[in-house]
């Protein structure tokens, strides 16, 4: 039958299933392929904590969302326009989200009374008419691989597990898409092993055949490439930017890396892919714990490399004792947090922006350090870099605020020229850096550069540059211990004062507001710049006049925030929290902002955004 072509501007597809049933490799197989086309896009995975929940379960859902367009686009959208559901859980689990008129394309072999009953269906809703006001394709999918596969020495079992490939062929035919890239990752995932290859081939060919020659779906869809700017790009999710922006900073700094880390949920992806860096001088150390493995990282940082620990919420509450010491010891670290749902365990595999006030103020003293906060997956990359700038030239640990939804999530990425990148050399103290009254020259460990405040970094067994370390106060200047009230008034009052030099060197908070007569401002930081830019969109195109600012530094905050809020009659704050940003302003520079907030583990849709958005307007 003739097949007919209707064009998009975007799609947004989610893949669910059991958490077996690879959803979260389906998504990335066919983001890949959507990134090849030239499409740009946005993906939120999302999966359950449990290693494997009981199968067939709600508990046990796994999905993948991905949001792809011709135009340039800032979140995984709001709602599928298409729903592949694996099985009845998944269904169930998702079927919400989906708005009426929308494309369900149901794996009808997993619909036994069984599978019904584990999630609560009385009935199948592929025949009570609960489904009738949506586009329904139901599809065999477990069936029709293992008849593909009838021809392999391989199990029905193992048949079966190649259903995901079949589903990625059918959505691949669909909208479109390249499968040479996927067939390049099929045969390097399996090239040892040829009849698993072989099946997963042969089920993916024979999904994108089904829908060739099927006549339940008359229509396949297209959507154009997106006008990017200039540049070689590729697609990345932020915890793989996150790595490679430390490998980065390794190069800019002329530093070995050093990472000391303990596995944690979303925060692993960063030990991996920097344990596989060995070819860019980075070390990587797997601790039996989180403090074990900070205190190797200040120990790195001591010698002389670039020490970071990466981890989450609870991580960062075993290590701020440590994170103390290295506050004393005025030593760059990088300390990277990419936070989930709290508190304790919480929900791991969910994401939240609540560690905020944890990285301002939960250490015990007077304990100040730098804060940065990516906005987006591919921000990640520079954030990194900017870190190292800050723990390198102010002599100081640096929080990195990522979270799970910047940590799972992909976007396109122009990948920088190294002319693009900044000179961050580091120069080591190697002799006597302090004049004497009677003119003679010696090393004294606390004389500082008289711009940055930074004390100078000695690296271990340089001859004559011996001095005391350790979490005891250090006098001024000599490094000696000191007990002195007097001294340690003023080495407090130093620390603060380098972290707060730190806004000098930061570039202005930068506005959105075209119209220039704007009284609402919209500021977030972190991972809620793409739902509140998209919100601002769509409230725009409705004539609504409103602001943007986006923080990425959070302490100390740009020279002229206090300016630009007070700018605005109205300040609103969306925060995947309580409101800890919003405190922050309020007590900083006396606005009455306005938090609007969520814990839900999920980042926020832009239509709730825009609706808050356009209350807060007509209340200005």
């Known amino acids: 039958m003739t097949k007919k072509t209707v064009q998009r501007d975007r799609v947004i597809i989610r893949f669910a299933g059991d958490s077996g049933d690879g959803m979260q490799l389906t998504g990335d197989q066919f983001t890949a392929q959507t990134a090849d086309f030239g499409n740009d896009l946005s993906t939120l995975p999302d999966f359950p904590a449990?290693?494997?929940?009981?199968?067939?379960?709600?508990?046990?859902?796994?999905?993948?969302?991905?949001?792809?367009?011709?135009?340039?686009?800032?979140?995984?959208?709001?709602?599928?326009?298409?729903l592949i559901a694996m099985n009845p859980a998944a269904l169930k689990a998702n079927l919400a989200d989906v708005p009426r008129g929308g494309d369900l394309i149901i794996n009808t072999d997993e619909f036994t009374k069984r599978n019904l009953a584990k999630v609560g269906y009385e009935a199948s809703p592929l025949e009570d008419g609960s489904l009738d006001s949506y586009n329904v394709h139901p599809v065999a999918l477990t069936s029709q691989t293992v008849a593909s596969l009838r021809d392999y020495d391989i199990t029905k079992k193992q048949a079966e597990r190649a259903k995901n490939m079949f589903a990625l062929g059918l959505l691949s035919w669909l909208y479109g898409r390249s499968i040479d890239g996927t067939i390049r990752f099929l045969e390097q995932k399996f090239a040892h092993r040829p009849e698993v290859l072989a099946a997963n081939l042969t089920a993916l060919k024979a999904g994108w055949n089904y829908g060739e020659t099927t006549e339940d779906f008359s229509v396949r869809y297209e959507v154009k490439p997106a006008r990017l700017a200039p540049g070689t790009y590729r697609n990345i999710n932020g915890n793989l930017a996150l790595a490679y922006g430390i490998v980065a900073a390794g190069q800019l700094t002329k530093l070995p890396v050093y990472l000391g880390s303990y596995p944690i949920t979303p925060a692993s992806d960063l030990l991996h892919e920097l344990s596989r860096r060995k070819d860019f001088g980075?070390?990587?150390?797997?601790?039996?714990?989180?403090?074990?493995?900070?205190?190797?990282?200040?120990?790195?940082?001591?010698?002389?490399?670039?020490?970071?620990?990466?981890?989450?919420?609870?991580?960062?509450?075993?290590?701020?004792?440590?994170?103390?010491?290295?506050?004393?010891?005025?030593?760059?670290?990088?300390?990277?947090?990419?936070?989930?749902?709290?508190?304790?365990?919480?929900?791991?595999?969910?994401?939240?922006?609540?560690?905020?006030?944890?990285?301002?103020?939960?250490?015990?003293?007077?304990?100040?350090?730098?804060?940065v906060a990516p906005r987006s997956p591919s921000d990640c990359f520079d954030i990194a870099v900017e870190a190292a700038r800050i723990a390198t030239v102010y002599r100081t640990p640096v929080?990195?605020?990522?979270?799970?939804?910047?940590?799972?999530?992909?976007?396109?990425?122009?990948?920088?020229?190294?002319?693009?990148?900044?000179?961050?050399?580091?120069?080591?103290?190697?002799?006597?850096?302090?004049?004497?009254?009677?003119?003679?020259?010696?090393?004294?460990?606390?004389?500082?550069?008289?711009?940055?405040?930074?004390?100078?970094?000695?690296?271990?067994?340089?001859?004559?540059?011996?001095?005391?370390?350790?979490?005891?106060?250090?006098?001024?200047?000599?490094?000696?211990?000191?007990?002195?009230?007097?001294?340690?008034?003023?080495?407090?009052?130093?620390?603060?004062?380098?972290?707060?030099?730190?806004?000098?060197?930061?570039?202005?908070?930068?506005?959105?507001?075209?119209?220039?007569?704007?009284?609402?401002?919209?500021?977030?930081?972190?991972?809620?710049?793409?739902?509140?830019?998209?919100?601002?969109?769509?409230?725009?195109?409705?004539?609504?006049?409103?602001?943007?600012?986006?923080?990425?530094?959070?302490?100390?905050?740009?020279?002229?925030?206090?300016?630009?809020?007070?700018?605005?009659?109205?300040?609103?704050?969306?925060?995947?929290?309580?409101?800890?940003?919003?405190?922050?302003?309020?007590?900083?520079?006396?606005?009455?902002?306005?938090?609007?907030?969520?814990?839900?583990?999920?980042?926020?849709?832009?239509?709730?955004?825009?609706?808050?958005?356009?209350?807060?307007?007509?209340?200005?």
Request: charge should be negative; proline fraction near 8%.
């Open 50 to 82: 449990e290693i494997r929940a009981p199968a067939g379960t709600i508990l046990g859902v796994s999905a993948f969302q991905l949001h792809f367009a011709d135009h340039d686009i800032m979140t995984p959208g709001d709602h599928p326009d298409v």
């Open 282 to 371: 980075v070390r990587t150390f797997q601790a039996e714990d989180e403090i074990a493995a900070i205190g190797a990282a200040i120990g790195a940082s001591y010698g002389g490399s670039l020490g970071v620990t990466t981890t989450s919420g609870p991580g960062v509450a075993l290590k701020s004792e440590a994170i103390g010491l290295a506050v004393a010891l005025e030593l760059p670290l990088i300390i990277v947090d990419v936070q989930r749902g709290g508190p304790s365990t919480g929900l791991p595999t969910k994401t939240e922006q609540a560690d905020l006030l944890q990285a301002m103020f939960g250490r015990n003293g007077e304990a100040p350090v730098p804060i």
């Open 399 to 620: 929080f990195v605020l990522s979270d799970g939804y910047l940590g799972n999530g992909s976007e396109p990425w122009r990948i920088p020229g190294p002319e693009e990148l900044p000179d961050l050399t580091v120069s080591f103290c190697t002799g006597p850096n302090w004049e004497s009254p009677d003119g003679t020259r010696e090393f004294m460990p606390f004389a500082r550069d008289p711009q940055t405040l930074a004390r100078p970094w000695t690296v271990p067994g340089t001859p004559g540059l011996e001095h005391r370390i350790g979490g005891i106060e250090k006098a001024d200047i000599t490094g000696h211990i000191s007990y002195d009230p007097d001294n340690h008034d003023r080495m407090v009052r130093l620390r603060q004062a380098k972290i707060d030099g730190i806004a000098e060197s930061l570039d202005p908070l930068m506005v959105d507001d075209p119209s220039g007569e704007a009284e609402v401002l919209v500021l977030g930081w972190g991972s809620t710049y793409g739902p509140i830019g998209a919100a601002v969109r769509r409230a725009r195109r409705d004539g609504i006049r409103v602001a943007q600012a986006h923080l990425r530094h959070l302490n100390p905050f740009p020279t002229n925030t206090g300016q630009v809020v007070k700018s605005y009659r109205r300040v609103l704050i969306p925060e995947m929290n309580l409101g800890q940003l919003a405190l922050l302003i309020r007590s900083r520079f006396l606005v009455d902002a306005i938090g609007y907030n969520q814990v839900r583990g999920m980042p926020f849709k832009a239509a709730e955004l825009e609706q808050v958005i356009k209350d807060v307007v007509a209340n200005a």
